[in-house]
C-alpha cells in the first residue's frame, strides 16, 4: 500500500485542487482552521503556524509510510489549503479507514466540499482500495452531518459520550460508506446516452 502513497496524486475539480499538504500551508490552515465556529466539534487545532508545520510533516512522513492521506483541499485560483480532508487505515492496506475533513468557514455552503470529498472517496474506493469508510461526527454538528448525508454516508450508531471537547462529553454518530454502495450511486449519477 505504501506504493499508492509515496505522493499524493494531484486531483482536480471546478472549484479546487486537491494535493499534498505543504509547509507553505500553515499561516492559512492555522488562521482558516482555528476559530470557534470551526473547532467546536473538532479535536484542537494546533495553535500556531509552527505547530501546523509539525503536522504538515507529521501528515506527509504518515503518508510516506503507508498509514495515512491527507489532501490539502486549494480552491480554484488560490495558492495554500482552505481545508483538508484525511483518510487513516483503521485496518492494514485500507481495507477499513476512517476519514475526517475541516473547510474554512469562508468556503462553507459553496459546494467545493462536496466536490472535493466526491474526489478523494473515488481516490480512496478505487486506486487505494477502501472497502469500508467511516466517519465520527458529533451529534450537534448539523453542517458535517448534512455533507455525509449528502454524500451517501449511513448512520450506524451512536456512540454516547465518545467525544470529549472543552471539558464536555458529546455523543458521535458512526457513519459508514461502503466500496460497493459508493459504486452504485456513481454509476446511478453517470449521464445515459439516448438509445
Known amino acids: 500500500m505504501s506504493n499508492k502513497l509515496a505522493r499524493l496524486p494531484l486531483l482536480t475539480c471546478r472549484r479546487a485542487t486537491l494535493r499534498d499538504l505543504r ?8 488562521r482558516l482552521l482555528t476559530t470557534e465556529e470551526v473547532t467546536r466539534f473538532i479535536s484542537p487545532p494546533p495553535t500556531t503556524v509552527e505547530g501546523f508545520e509539525r503536522f504538515v510533516a507529521w501528515a506527509n512522513a504518515q503518508r510516506a509510510a503507508g498509514h495515512y492521506m491527507c489532501f490539502a483541499v486549494v480552491p480554484h485560483g488560490g495558492e495554500t489549503a482552505a481545508g483538508i480532508i484525511q483518510v487513516r487505515q483503521l485496518e492494514e492496506g485500507f481495507g477499513t479507514a476512517e476519514w475526517g475533513f475541516v473547510i474554512g468557514p469562508a468556503f462553507w455552503g459553496t459546494g467545493l466540499f462536496v466536490e472535493a470529498a466526491e474526489l478523494v472517496l473515488a481516490f480512496a474506493f478505487d486506486s487505494v482500495g477502501v472497502h469500508r469508510l ?7 454538528n448539523g453542517r458535517g452531518n448534512g455533507a455525509l448525508r449528502k454524500l451517501g454516508a449511513r448512520r450506524e450508531a451512536i456512540l454516547r459520550e465518545s467525544f470529549c471537547r472543552g471539558g464536555r462529553r458529546l455523543d458521535q454518530i458512526l457513519w459508514s460508506i461502503l466500496d460497493e454502495d459508493w459504486r452504485r450511486a456513481k454509476a446511478s449519477r453517470r449521464p445515459r446516452a439516448d438509445t
Open 134 to 140: 467511516e466517519a465520527r461526527t458529533a451529534v450537534a
Open 23 to 30: 509547509p507553505a500551508d500553515a499561516p492559512a490552515l492555522l
